[in-house]
């Protein structure tokens, strides 16, 4: 791991924004046809399902770059020694909770693909009603309000990482504003991610 | 003075340490107190009669000081759980009961006596000087900017103190990140005009092992540096330069 450290990190870190953060935007934006109805839902799920190459595309834009960023994001994450109780400094709890949000995804993932694309792939159609079982449980409800939060705040502060660590945002000035706007990409995109939810559940 | 009065006093506890591989335990003592002490005096004060609280004789707590005006780094320690010097630890602005600890994330030599020579061979992978020997006068070099040399020597407020180090939570025995003081030096002799002419060779030894790609963005160096050195900023612009130079080197002719 030493020579292209540089290299895999920054790759890591474009990972995280295009396409896996992307595509988080795409499937939260799907998601929120729910609130419409079930039939919107359906349309806007069926759309995607329809797309030519299905399969080249989700395994090129998303589960290769999901799957590296994972796994070196779970090497990054245990390389840390965090020490918020010494040093309590707002940026510090973010890099606590990135590395926190960054785990919780790797077992949420794991469990949301297995029950929706894996069983997709074995029979289960994937429509509104799927998920809407999937959802009758209240603690697969908790599990999925965590996950949602997890993936938004994981997305919105990595953006900002991102910018910082590919030169974007260098001034304490430009890095404070880049701050707000993750905080804004994050009350926007949770809302999107959990009213999409409730509509599985109403 | 034969009759016996109260006497205001200090107490502190300190993280101790016999040697490099000894276990470390804690023992407590009591100083006398006096107006405008610091917590160098108070370990001298300890020096000059090594009895703990229990009334225990015992070694006198080792540490290391040489300039008593923040300058030099040397005295670092962990002062209410925050690395700072000690020579400007006032012991009136700090909690009581004191604790002293030594900076643990650097290799511990007794007591509150650490090993700092990371710092030193991290100063030397990224070349932090300006190479100007040569066997004739190479004459005067470009001027610098007045206002480039103005934030330019912020940096060079920079004693190798290690605060930064131990504040990092990625700079551990888990990882090889070199920290933020030497990434700062690297921005910092980048800046200077002679300096730039071996830019590149400073910005491909901070993207190699241990180099920039450590740095998580935690930000607690700028927090805790003693001073005030804009480590994060320096970072940001690193950041900016290494793409940069990637780029360059990957898609460019300089090597060509």
Redesign the interface.
């Known amino acids: 791991m030493?020579?292209n450290?540089?290299?895999?990190?920054?790759l890591h870190s474009l990972l995280g924004v295009v396409p896996v953060g992307l595509f988080l935007v795409v499937h939260l934006t799907v998601n929120f046809q729910a609130t419409k109805g079930p039939g919107a839902f359906n349309q806007a799920a069926s759309f995607m399902e329809n797309l030519p190459y299905l399969l080249f595309l989700e395994i090129v834009l998303i589960y290769l770059p999901i799957l590296f960023h994972a796994i070196y994001g779970i090497y990054?994450a245990?390389?840390?020694?965090?020490?918020v109780?010494?040093?309590g400094?707002f940026?510090?709890w973010?890099?606590?909770l990135q590395r926190l949000s960054g785990l919780f995804l790797v077992v949420f993932l794991a469990w949301h693909v297995w029950e929706t694309r894996v069983a997709m792939a074995l029979g289960t159609p994937l429509n509104y009603e799927m998920m809407a079982h999937i959802l009758s449980n209240p603690w697969i409800i908790a599990f999925y309000i965590i996950g949602i939060l997890s993936a938004v705040f994981h997305f919105s502060n990595g953006l900002w990482?991102f910018c910082?660590?590919?030169?974007?945002?260098?001034?304490?000035r430009a890095?404070r504003i880049g701050t707000y706007v993750s905080l804004i990409i994050f009350l926007l995109l949770g809302y999107v991610g959990i009213s999409a939810l409730f509509a599985f559940i109403a | 003075m034969s009759e016996a009065k109260t006497v205001k006093t200090v107490r502190l506890i300190i993280t101790r340490q016999d040697g490099p591989d000894a276990t470390p335990y804690i023992e407590s003592f009591d100083v006398p107190y006096r107006p405008n002490m610091n917590v160098i005096s108070a370990l001298m004060a300890i020096r000059r009669h090594p009895v703990n609280s229990k009334g225990e004789q015992t070694s006198p707590p080792q540490w290391e000081m040489n300039c008593l005006e923040e300058v030099c780094g040397a005295c670092s320690m962990v002062i209410n759980?925050?690395p700072r010097q000690a020579c400007t630890a006032l012991i009136d602005k700090l909690e009581k009961p004191v604790r002293l600890a030594p900076m643990g994330t650097f290799p511990i030599v007794r007591d509150l006596v650490v090993d700092r020579t990371r710092m030193f061979n991290a100063l030397k992978k990224v070349k932090a000087w300006i190479p100007i020997d040569g066997t004739y006068d190479l004459g005067p070099g470009p001027r610098m900017a007045e206002s480039k040399r103005q934030w330019a020597y912020e940096l060079a407020k920079c004693m190798t103190c290690g605060v930064c180090l131990e504040?990092c939570?990625?700079v551990?025995s888990?990882?090889s990140f070199i920290g933020p003081a030497p990434l700062s030096q690297v921005r910092l002799f980048n800046a200077h005009p002679t300096g730039a002419m071996n830019k590149a060779e400073r910005l491909r030894a901070i993207?190699?092992?241990g180099?920039?790609?450590g740095c998580?963005?935690?930000?607690?160096c700028v927090?805790?540096c003693p001073k005030g050195i804009?480590l994060?900023?320096s970072i940001?612009?690193l950041?900016?330069?290494?793409?940069?130079q990637?780029f360059r080197d990957f898609f460019g002719s300089d090597n060509q």
Request: net charge positive; no cysteine; charged share 20%.
């Open positions: 030493a020579e450290d540089f290299a895999r990190h920054r990054i245990f390389t840390a020694k965090n020490n109780r010494n040093f400094f940026r510090n973010m890099f606590l990482s910082v660590h590919w030169g974007l945002l260098v001034s304490p890095q | 759980g925050r504040a939570p990625n551990n888990k990882s993207m190699g092992k180099g920039i790609e998580g963005n935690s930000q607690n927090e805790v804009p994060t900023t940001a612009s950041n900016r330069a290494t793409m940069a990637s």
